[in-house]
C-alpha cells in the first residue's frame, strides 16, 4: 500500500474495543474521572454513537525510506492503515495476554499447505475460517 499510494507510512490497526469518546477514562489533577476525549458537537451516551476508533498493532509497519530519516514522530506524515482481525493483533504484554495466544494457536485451524490445500484427512477446513465460520 506505501508504494500504490502516496502514504509515507502504513499501520496495521485493529477495531478498539473501548472508545476514549464513551468508556475511556483519564484522572484529572483531584483524581476525578473525566473521558479522555470530550466530544465538541454532542454527549454520546451510546458507545455505538461514537467515531469509530482503531488500536494500532505491531503486526507491521511499512515506510518509505526518505520518511524515517526525516520524521521525529510516527504521524509526522501521510499515514495509512490496513485492518487486522482481532485474533491477529494480540498484545502479549502479560501472562493472561500470553494465555489468550496460547488457547488462540491450540484453536487455530491447521495451516494449509503450499498447493492450496489444508489438510488431506479434511478437505473443507481450507473454506472455514479462524472461528468455523464458511
Not at 37 to 46: F, H, Q
Amino acid at each position: 500500500m506505501v508504494v500504490e499510494s502516496n502514504a509515507d507510512i502504513v499501520l496495521t490497526v485493529a477495531e478498539s474495543a473501548r472508545s476514549p469518546y464513551f468508556n475511556m477514562v483519564a484522572l484529572d489533577e483531584h483524581g476525578y474521572a473525566r473521558v479522555v476525549v470530550e466530544p465538541s458537537e454532542r454527549r454520546i451516551t451510546r458507545r455505538q454513537d461514537a467515531p469509530a476508533t482503531y488500536d494500532i498493532t505491531t503486526v507491521a509497519y511499512a515506510m518509505r525510506p526518505a520518511y524515517v530519516m526525516r520524521a521525529e514522530g510516527l504521524f509526522d506524515g501521510k499515514v495509512r492503515t490496513v485492518l487486522v482481525p482481532p485474533e491477529r493483533a494480540l498484545d502479549i504484554d502479560t501472562e493472561l495476554d500470553l494465555t489468550i495466544a496460547g488457547l488462540l494457536l491450540a484453536n487455530a485451524p491447521p495451516p494449509s499447505d503450499p498447493g492450496g490445500s489444508s489438510s488431506p484427512h479434511d478437505p473443507t477446513a481450507a473454506a472455514e475460517g479462524p472461528h468455523g465460520e464458511r
